[in-house]
Every structure is written in C-alpha cells, then in structure tokens.
C-alpha cells in the first residue's frame, strides 16, 4: 500500500455552487501524490455527473434513495470512495466535504501529524456557514463542524468503519466509534489551518424523505438566508429542469 492519498466526497447539485472553488482548493494541496474523486447522488439524473466529469474530476454517479433518510444513500457513496481508494492503493483518504475547502497545506500537515503519532484519523474544526450565521444573528463561534468536511483518516480505519456501519446507520459515528473500537488514535485540530465553508444555500433544495421541503438539513443556526432554493444549479438548467 503507498502513502498516497485520495481525497474524496459525496456530492450533487445543489453544492454546484462550489465546485470550482473545491477543484482549485484540491490542486492546491501540497502534498504528493494524491487523487481527487467525488460521488453524485443528485435525484435529477445525470447532468451534474456529467458536468464533474467535463471539470476533469474522477467520479461516480448513485441514484438516491429518495423515499429513505440520506444516510443509506450516503452509505453507498462512501463504499464507492472506499472501492476508489482500493484501486488507486491509497494508504490515506482525505474526506474534504463539497463545500469545503481546506487550506494547501492542510492535507500535508494532517499527515505529518497521523505519521507522528502512528494514529489513523485526524481531523479539523470548521465553522458554520457565513450566510446562516448572518441570517441567524449569531456570531459565528458558537458551534464549530468536526466531521468529514476536513477529516483524514486511514484506509483501513474507513474499511473497519463501513463493517460496523449498520450499528450506527452514521458514517460519522461509524468512523469515530471504529476508531475508538479498534484503537486507533485521534487527534483533533482546531486552528491549525483555515477551512473555509462556502456557501451554497442559494442553489441547494431537498432531495430525501427525511428532509421536508425548504429544510436543509443539519444546520445548527436557527435559520438559513432567505434565497434557500433561489437558484437553479446551472446542470439542472442545461438539462431542462425548472424550480418547482
């Protein structure tokens, strides 16, 4: 197995918005080798497929299981990323959300520190999304992301962490409680570098049982901005589809 690091997401649509931001953020990383790779999920077809694809990124595409929770569609992204991994023999998978982008250093830096302490996951703090603060009144400070937005962590942890997914139904908690299970070592960080969150509210809309229409999901501000859904991903427009 190399050292050599895939760094991967689930996707779709409605994070459109800032896909070319994370293209850059991805070619800027410092460290070698590595890969980048997403997986689609959007519910309209193929079209934003197919636009990763005209961006040069590697990808797949899943149908979702819209009439289940995002998690068991969410599941099967990760299995792909991990199949991904397997054949490129990357030692490392990088988990860089699609509305993330981590600083060029970030990648390198995590390594060092995983390599230092023969550990397996190292993660990053990020913060809430500008646009959700401001909309909430909030300062911005008040809850910080400690997931897969900035997460790296070995293969074979994510291997362990998809055989015990079905305890938790959370690829999250899947991670961490594999990590804890199998004694792998941790280490958390918290300004060691910027992880900006871009905002994408404007092009995102629900696409699973779980979400009812105009609730985006996780969020932890009281509110989203008022042009949640506003703006159709420019795919979906190419492909004929119209704001319901």
């Known amino acids: 197995m190399s050292a050599g690091c895939l760094v991967a997401c689930p996707t779709y649509a409605g994070k459109e918005g800032a896909l070319d931001q994370w293209i850059e953020g991805y070619k800027a990383l410092t460290y070698q080798p590595r890969w980048a790779y997403q997986v689609d999920n959007t519910v309209y077809g193929t079209a934003y497929f197919e636009t990763l694809k005209a961006k040069g990124l590697k990808c797949s595409h899943v149908a979702p299981w819209t009439d289940s929770t995002m998690e068991k569609t969410f599941h099967r992204c990760w299995e792909l990323i991990l199949e991904e991994a397997e054949r490129e023999d990357a030692y490392w998978v990088y988990s860089v959300e699609a509305d993330n982008v981590p600083a060029p250093e970030s990648l390198e830096m995590m390594i060092d520190i995983a390599l230092y302490g023969k550990i397996h996951l190292v993660t990053h703090d990020y913060p809430m999304h500008k646009s959700a603060v401001e909309a909430s009144g909030m300062r911005g400070d008040e809850f910080y992301y400690t997931e897969l937005g900035c997460m790296l962590m070995s293969r074979q942890l994510l291997e362990r962490a998809l055989t015990i997914y079905d305890e938790f139904h959370s690829i999250p908690l899947a991670i961490f409680s594999a990590c804890e299970r199998y004694h792998g ?52 427009v190419k492909a004929g589809y119209g704001l319901s």
């Open 185 to 236: 070592g941790w280490c958390k960080l918290t300004n060691a570098f910027e992880v900006k969150h871009l905002d994408t509210y404007h092009m995102e809309f629900p696409q699973f049982a779980d979400r009812p229409e105009g609730d985006p999901g996780f969020c932890p501000t009281p509110n989203v901005p008022d042009d949640y859904g506003s703006t159709l991903p420019p795919s979906l």
